[in-house]
């Protein structure tokens, strides 16, 4: 079967605008204004099983659905594609084959929640995707897909890019409304959410850009045929995966959700990287916890991965070898977050470092056996931090001490580096 | 002082916007690009063209990493160490291009061209060990590969 995401793409450059019309594109933008309501639409998407692909996995039309109706003002919609998460580069991936996907599912999201203008904030050094986006939406206008009345109907509907300065937390959906906002991009009290309170105050969704590029193919193939791209029942359409780390090809590729881990390392990834032999690997971005050799059967989708302790994140699998100490990388994975903690709250702020410097110590061989007690503790004090970022942030230290607590003590009783000759 | 038509552009810029300070980020770049980093000059004059406090531009200015309140080379290098690029040896990488250029972290080359950053995540995990030089991306860096960036660059000037 076909998979929605990729199956436009050309191997060496972005498909162009007619060749995404001669092959079915923005078909579902017509069907949906010339024959369904904006609640049909809505219907489709939670139908579909969709659930959001930048990382929380929450339910799509559940999310739209919190937006109430009848408040009068305007609306927003706001596509997140500030990916900054590390080990994920499947949005820009996308993009840079392929802008018009997330031109027409932004078009028929902002059909379905009544939004008049809507936003794609887009990180840093993603130039090359946003210089995509904005001939994709300037060639849209122009064919009278987006803009005034479009396709000669009563909707009227424009898309701007926000170009953003570089900084994690604004993926963060209240630390990124402050940044389109030009506020300092700090996250936001919640409740109220974002669907009934967000940008400049109005009701706003935010949405994943791979998210965002499914509902075309939803629309025109209906949520039936979405939900059975997955390999198991569990799961709904496909996922894009990003790869890296110790394997012999370091791809992004468009897969059923449900793919057993060891299918997506031995198959598009051509296995592992000169031979070396599969330690463990971090499967949803640098805030999920480790899988191990015994999750490779394991069907990648949300609610799967959730039962075996881990997270399907934003699929941007990391993977590592027997050569690889993961207190390092552990390390290295706290280190990023305590340098993008923006400082809001104590927990985060000085939390963070501190855990820093506890497995700095580890690795240096200064390690006590008290600091797996004290991490454990810091583990449940950093939950108590103001958004996600601090749990986040905890989660592979939770998975290291998990999974690979003989290779921590180990560091403690030889007073060294196990891996480090 | 910026030129009128670098005023202008900014003031059409800020105009296009839904509100005034919406455009900050944008107006922050564009000064930035002029001066060559956001000087003490550039917060001012960003304040009163989006009708904010300097404070209020200030609290933005030093959120962002691709913002720069201290002067940098005229080509800044910001080097992946995020945990996708440590697979692939960026630990190496960092000290080749330290060794190169006879720079710290947050230094700046003594003639002026290359100001060396560490920075998170580029989402190039696929090709890293990354950097970017100038905001032109590079990957699959070995050491001989940056050191035909590093002469590239310095003779593109």
């Given at each position: 079967?076909?998979?929605?995401?990729?199956?436009h793409?050309?191997?060496?450059?972005?498909?162009?605008?007619?060749?995404?019309?001669?092959?079915?594109?923005?078909?579902?933008?017509?069907?949906?204004?010339?024959?369904?309501?904006?609640?049909?639409?809505?219907?489709?998407?939670?139908?579909?099983?969709?659930?959001?692909?930048?990382?929380?996995?929450?339910?799509?039309?559940?999310?739209w659905?919190?937006?109430?109706?009848?408040?009068?003002?305007?609306?927003?919609?706001?596509?997140?594609?500030?990916?900054?998460?590390?080990g994920?580069?499947?949005?820009?991936?996308?993009?840079?084959?392929?802008?018009?996907?997330?031109?027409?599912?932004?078009?028929l999201?902002?059909?379905?929640?009544?939004?008049r203008?809507?936003?794609?904030?887009?990180?840093?050094?993603?130039?090359?995707?946003?210089?995509?986006?904005?001939?994709?939406?300037?060639?849209?206008?122009?064919?009278g897909?987006?803009?005034?009345?479009?396709?000669?109907?009563?909707?009227?509907?424009?898309?701007?890019?926000?170009?953003?300065?570089?900084?994690?937390?604004?993926?963060?959906?209240?630390?990124?409304?402050?940044?389109?906002?030009?506020?300092?991009?700090?996250?936001?009290?919640?409740?109220?959410?974002?669907?009934?309170?967000?940008?400049?105050?109005?009701?706003?969704?935010?949405?994943?850009?791979?998210?965002?590029?499914?509902?075309?193919?939803?629309?025109?193939?209906?949520?039936?045929?979405?939900?059975?791209?997955?390999?198991?029942?569990?799961?709904?359409?496909?996922?894009?995966?990003?790869?890296?780390?110790?394997?012999?090809?370091?791809?992004?590729?468009?897969?059923?959700?449900?793919?057993?881990?060891?299918?997506?390392?031995?198959?598009?990834?051509?296995?592992?990287?000169?031979?070396?032999?599969?330690?463990?690997?971090?499967?949803?971005?640098?805030?999920?916890?480790?899988?191990?050799?015994?999750?490779?059967?394991?069907?990648?989708?949300?609610?799967?991965?959730?039962?075996?302790?881990?997270?399907?994140?934003?699929?941007?699998?990391?993977?590592?070898?027997q050569?690889?100490?993961?207190?390092?990388?552990?390390?290295?994975?706290?280190?990023?977050?305590?340098?993008?903690?923006?400082?809001?709250?104590?927990?985060?702020?000085?939390?963070?470092?501190?855990?820093?410097?506890?497995l700095?110590?580890?690795?240096?061989?200064?390690?006590?056996?008290?600091?797996?007690?004290?991490?454990?503790?810091?583990?449940?004090?950093?939950?108590?931090?103001?958004?996600?970022?601090a749990?986040?942030?905890?989660?592979?230290?939770e998975?290291?001490?998990?999974?690979?607590?003989?290779?921590?003590?180990e560091?403690?009783?030889?007073?060294?580096?196990?891996?480090?000759? | 002082?910026?030129p009128?038509?670098?005023?202008?552009?900014?003031?059409?810029?800020?105009?296009?916007?839904?509100?005034?300070?919406?455009?900050?980020?944008?107006?922050?770049?564009?000064?930035?690009?002029?001066?060559?980093?956001?000087?003490?000059?550039?917060?001012?004059?960003?304040?009163?063209?989006?009708?904010?406090?300097?404070?209020?531009?200030?609290?933005?200015?030093?959120?962002?990493?691709?913002?720069?309140?201290?002067?940098?080379?005229?080509?800044?290098?910001?080097?992946?160490?995020?945990?996708?690029?440590?697979?692939?040896?960026?630990?190496?990488?960092?000290?080749h291009?330290?060794?190169?250029?006879?720079?710290?972290?947050?230094?700046?080359?003594?003639?002026?061209?290359?100001?060396?950053?560490?920075?998170?995540?580029?989402?190039?995990?696929?090709?890293?060990?990354?950097m970017?030089?100038g905001?032109?991306?590079?990957?699959?860096?070995?050491?001989?590969?940056?050191?035909?960036?590093?002469?590239?660059?310095?003779?593109?000037?």
């Amino acid at each position: 079967m076909e998979l929605p995401l990729f199956r436009h793409n050309r191997p060496d450059r972005p498909v162009t605008f007619e060749e995404y019309r001669e092959e079915g594109g923005f078909e579902a933008l017509r069907k949906a204004l010339s024959g369904m309501s904006p609640a049909e639409v809505q219907q489709a998407v939670i139908d579909s099983g969709l659930r959001g692909r930048g990382g929380a996995g929450f339910p799509t039309g559940k999310k739209w659905s919190f937006v109430p109706r009848e408040l009068p003002g305007p609306r927003w919609l706001i596509c997140n594609c500030d990916e900054m998460e590390p080990g994920t580069y499947k949005d820009r991936v996308l993009l840079e084959h392929n802008p018009y996907s997330l031109i027409e599912g932004m078009t028929l999201a902002c059909y379905a929640l009544g939004v008049r203008h809507a936003f794609v904030f887009i990180r840093k050094g993603y130039e090359k995707a946003a210089e995509n986006l904005g001939r994709g939406i300037a060639q849209a206008k122009k064919a009278g897909l987006l803009g005034e009345k479009i396709l000669g109907s009563e909707h009227s509907i424009d898309l701007d890019l926000h170009l953003s300065a570089g900084r994690y937390i604004c993926g963060e959906e209240t630390a990124l409304i402050n940044a389109l906002e030009g506020r300092r991009p700090n996250p936001r009290q919640k409740p109220p959410f974002p669907a009934v309170k967000g940008l400049w105050g109005g009701p706003t969704v935010v949405n994943n850009v791979e998210t965002l590029a499914n509902i075309p193919a939803i629309i025109a193939n209906g949520p039936g045929w979405f939900k059975g791209l997955a390999l198991n029942p569990e799961g709904a359409g496909s996922k894009l995966f990003s790869v890296s780390g110790s394997v012999a090809h370091r791809v992004c590729v468009e897969l059923p959700m449900g793919t057993p881990l060891g299918e997506i390392i031995d198959g598009p990834c051509g296995g592992m990287l000169g031979g070396r032999t599969f330690k463990a690997c971090i499967p949803g971005g640098a805030s999920t916890q480790f899988l191990t050799a015994e999750h490779l059967k394991l069907p990648m989708d949300f609610d799967t991965v959730a039962k075996a302790g881990s997270r399907l994140g934003s699929g941007g699998i990391i993977v590592f070898d027997q050569g690889h100490c993961l207190v390092e990388a552990t390390l290295n994975l706290i280190t990023f977050f305590a340098r993008e903690s923006c400082g809001w709250c104590t927990p985060c702020r000085e939390g963070l470092p501190f855990v820093k410097e506890i497995l700095q110590r580890i690795e240096a061989g200064r390690g006590e056996e008290a600091d797996l007690g004290i991490l454990r503790e810091h583990i449940r004090y950093l939950n108590y931090s103001f958004c996600a970022l601090a749990p986040g942030a905890m989660a592979p230290l939770e998975g290291l001490l998990r999974d690979f607590e003989d290779e921590v003590r180990e560091h403690i009783v030889k007073k060294r580096c196990p891996l480090k000759a | 002082m910026i030129p009128e038509t670098l005023k202008n552009s900014l003031k059409a810029r800020i105009a296009a916007a839904i509100t005034a300070r919406e455009a900050a980020v944008d107006v922050m770049k564009e000064l930035q690009a002029h001066y060559g980093w956001l000087t003490d000059e550039a917060v001012e004059e960003a304040a009163l063209l989006l009708g904010l406090s300097p404070l209020q531009v200030e609290e933005l200015a030093t959120f962002y990493e691709m913002i720069y309140r201290r002067p940098v080379g005229k080509k800044v290098i910001h080097v992946c160490d995020s945990i996708s690029c440590w697979c692939a040896g960026c630990d190496g990488i960092i000290q080749h291009l330290k060794d190169r250029l006879g720079v710290g972290l947050g230094g700046t080359t003594a003639d002026g061209m290359f100001t060396l950053i560490p920075c998170c995540c580029m989402g190039m995990c696929g090709d890293s060990p990354a950097m970017s030089v100038g905001g032109t991306p590079y990957g699959k860096l070995t050491p001989e590969l940056v050191d035909r960036i590093l002469e590239k660059e310095r003779r593109q000037g």
